[in-house]
């Protein structure tokens, strides 16, 4: 490699981990290396720097870099909701509702540019067409919705390309609606569409060039899934075998490991469904580090921990340990010794990431149901619940809860830090939280 050219890399991935580019942040593992002095309690007035108004609700993560904040959002007054302000399991929109990417200032919260970038905004129970989050490199922005519409934005809201996935490649047939977000390496963009509910259409994968939106390829993705169990929702994430990084796609009773240039399936592991149960959807994504995969299963089991790699069918050879404490909603996150797991109801367990050995488990925090991811930063663990609470508990093999906050609306957006500002998006508002200067 060109020096230059890896003084440019070595540069842009320093920048990275200052910021929150994409979904599960700099590290594809939840964390936030570079944030420090957060608050662990907050109100919606105190240690709260400002609050900003949206239009619509979304389970989309804002997506931070240096001053600009990205989300994506319905139109306002989207009809999604009951009168109480949770999603509603029958509720429809009206199909010219507008779906929008904001840039937000985030020295107080105003909104500096709007782009749409779908319409037809409709309602899947926790879902709508704002569900995958924005992708960004601090120069471009990527949207993808839940109708396929993906765009390309340069930082200050100039349309570069638009495709869409739908009027390509057939619509997806996943049961309550695509929510899987891009995933961002290098010049590329990697998406997967793992579907078959409502649809007999192949799944499949396929990368893009990210400055002109042209395929560098498109693969059919099998797999042994009936029904429901075809459906998956994760997102794409990178490991690295040998010194060499692969795709890893989770869904559809299995986890695939992909070449990077060529998308051709290099290796494949079951066993996230032994009693073949046809409603096995895939929400939480795998979590990855280095070569080693840690894949949760429907409500967490099977939990498997497995190494990437080999070649054709790994199963049985592959594995680390195996466990029941996996999450069925929540993406887990690790500082890389611990894996900390945050189920659906509010459990927090701790695993010992190379051994598997469980550090502690079935501690409860409040109460509620549970679909955001967790946040590690500054050595605390953010976990916030579908109404709006957050729980911060210590990081580390020794379970200690170190301030719970509550926030007065539907929350199924997860919260991300930078610097020593933490951001949670609700139903109703965009907060910024940390100390006030």
Known sequence: MHPGKFCSLALFAATAFANWPQWRGPMFNGTAPSAKNLVTTWTDKDNVQWRAKLPSWSAATPIVWENTIFVTTGEEGFSGHTEDGRASRNGKADQHDKVFLLAVDRKDGSTIWKR?????????????????????????????????????FTFDGKLVWERDVIA????????????S???????????????????????????????????????LRPSPAKQESKDSYSTPQIAVVNGKRQLVISGADIVTGHDLDTGKELWRIGGFNPGDNPANRTIASSLVMGDKVFTP?????????????????????????????G???PTSTTDGKYIYVVNDIGIINCIEAETGKVVYSGNRIERGTYSSSPLLADGKIYCT???????VIKAGPVFEVLGVSKLDSRTLASPVAVGEQIFIRTADYLYCIGKKK
């Not at 619940?385 to 729980?391: L, Y």
């Open 116 to 152: 749409q970038i779908a319409e037809g905004n409709r309602l899947f129970r926790k879902h709508n067409l704002t569900s995958p989050s924005p992708i960004t490199d601090g120069k471009h922005v990527w949207t993808m919705t839940g109708s396929g519409k993906f765009a390309c």
């Open 168 to 179: 390509e490649y057939g619509r997806i047939g996943i049961n309550h609606g695509y929510a």
């Open 181 to 219: 977000t891009p995933l961002l390496e290098g010049n590329r963009l990697y998406i997967e569409v793992i579907h078959g509910f409502t649809t007999d259409d192949p799944s499949y994968v396929f990368a893009v060039d990210k400055l002109t939106g042209k395929n560098v390829w498109k693969v």
């Open 297 to 325: 299963s429907t409500r967490g089991r099977p939990f498997i921990a497995f190494r990437a790699g080999g070649e054709g069918d790994i199963t049985g050879k592959s594995e680390l340990w195996t466990n029941n404490l």
């Open 327 to 329: 999450a069925d909603v």
């Open 385 to 391: 619940n579908e109404d709006g609470t957050t729980t």
